[in-house]
Structures are given as C-alpha cells and as structure tokens.
Nanobody, 124 residues
Framework: QVQLVESGGGLVQAGGSLRLSCAAS????????MGWFRQAPGKEREFVAG????????FYADSVKGRFTISRDNAKRTMYLQMNSLKPEDTAVYYC?????????????????WGQGTQVTVSS
C-alpha cells in the first residue's frame, strides 16, 4: 500500500506561480512512477505530468509543457509540481498518483494509488 498526501494548492492570479507537493508513505519502494492529474468541474480527469521514481525521466501534457516542472526528492519521498505562468484554465483539483507497473502512464488507468486532491484556482 502507498499513501499519498498533496499540499500547496490555493488561489493565485493569472501569471502567478504555485508549487504543489505530494508526500508518499508506505511501500514506496514498489513505485515505478508518479504523476499529477487534474480535474476541472464538469470535465474528465486529465494527465498533467509524470516522473519515473528511480531515473527521474519526466513527461508532460502539451498544455503545460514549458510552464510546469515536475520533480522528486527520493530521500524525502516527495514529488513536486512547480507551476508558473498560470492561466485561468489551469483551475482544477490536482491529484497526485503512484504507478507500480509503469504502463500507460499518460492515462489514469496506469496508476494504482491516488491522493485526495488539492484545489488550484487561478483568477483572471
């Protein structure tokens, strides 16, 4: 079992920045990768960014490439999402997720454990 807890959400003006954190506990040695997803009201959950836990290989959705940076600190068992140049369309609940098997990492079906989510609101 892996437990995930997100933090760092909030309200920010367009053009501003936020950093989300996701603290992992439990059987973290079994994780192959972690990722960030988001879900806006009335929309499906969408992939934002992912990172492999050992090698640190990163991958992003086109909508956030160049603005968001995913990283991890293995010693702290924590993943981060630095979000810059935020836009109102980035408003959503952001979820972190952990994948044990590393398949289909751009889809929610590729992840086995999820956090409770943290709200990010970007005002225009």
């Amino acid at each position: 079992q892996v437990q995930l807890v997100e933090s760092g959400g909030g309200l920010v003006q367009a053009g501003g920045s936020l950093r989300l954190s996701c603290a992992a506990s439990g059987s973290t040695d079994s994780m192959y990768a972690m990722g960030w997803f988001r879900q806006a009201p009335g929309k499906e959950r969408e992939f934002v960014a992912g990172i492999t836990w050992s090698g640190g290989y990163t991958f992003y959705a086109d909508s956030v490439k160049g603005r968001f940076t995913i990283s991890r600190d293995n010693a702290k068992r924590t993943m981060y999402l630095q979000m810059n140049s935020l836009k109102p369309e980035d408003t959503a609940v952001y979820y972190c997720a952990a994948s044990l098997f590393g398949r289909r990492l751009r889809g929610a079906e590729g992840y086995d454990y999820w956090g409770q989510g943290t709200q990010v609101t970007v005002s225009s």
